[in-house]
T-cell receptor, first 111, second 113 residues
């Protein structure tokens, strides 16, 4: 079983739709949580950190449930430019902090 | 966030040869990380490189295959040695910005024939 699991998609939604991505992680020692965005043939870029209290950045809302080891990302009013792969990422500490990446959920927003 | 550059951006290499990838950051950073992203896959950490000490390799990666240098706080290299087609991948370096947040270079796309 992968340490970070995501639905690979693709999610194909019309502009203006609301879409939600889910992610589960298996290591309870995970300490920090993130969503990254990766465009085709580009490097991943940090979208937002995820906090236990939930946090919002414009059209994007992230939630964390430590008890269920579950992370979510909600995108409201989808834009064409939101089309990308969204990577769920957890950080845990071995000898140093280490990021563990999910395999990503692909989003396609159509006109 | 830091500005990170990598060289080369892409290369096509013959099996059995080696390629050294450079990563340059515009500010001093303590830790630099090297990742691999195989076709259609997500990122896998190869090793963590601290200046002045040996790199720490993840399970499945060894120094003989992926030697790393970290001569100063703004620069690192990763060498992919004795390449085979299975090494065809994108190799990315990253640095830590805010605690536990990482920022990535543009990647080096390697094809081994």
């Amino acid at each position: 079983r992968k340490e970070v699991e995501q639905d690979p998609g693709p999610f194909n939604v019309p502009e203006g739709a609301t879409v939600a991505f889910n992610c589960t992680y298996s290591n309870s020692a995970s300490q920090s949580f993130f969503w990254y965005r990766q465009d085709c043939r580009k490097e991943p870029k940090l979208l937002m950190s995820v906090y236990s209290s939930g946090n919002e950045d414009g059209r994007f809302t992230a939630q964390l449930n430590r008890a269920s080891q579950y992370i979510s990302l909600l995108i409201r009013d989808s834009k064409l430019s939101d089309s990308a792969t969204y990577l769920c990422v957890v950080a845990r500490k071995d000898s140093s902090y280490k990021l563990i990446f999910g395999s990503g959920t692909r989003l396609l927003v159509r006109p | 966030s830091a500005v990170i550059s990598q060289k080369p951006s892409r290369d096509i290499c013959q099996r059995g040869t080696s390629l050294t990838i450079q990563c340059q950051v515009d500010s001093q950073v303590t830790m630099m990380f090297w990742y691999r992203q195989q076709p259609g896959q997500s990122l896998t950490l190869i090793a963590t490189a601290n200046q002045g000490s040996e790199a720490t390799y993840e399970s499945g990666f060894v120094i003989d295959k992926f030697p790393i240098s970290r001569p100063n706080l703004t620069f690192s290299t990763l060498t992919v040695s004795n390449m085979s087609p299975e090494d065809s991948s994108i190799y990315l370096c990253s640095v830590e910005g805010a605690p536990r947040e990482q920022y990535f270079g543009p990647g080096t796309r390697l094809t081994v024939t």
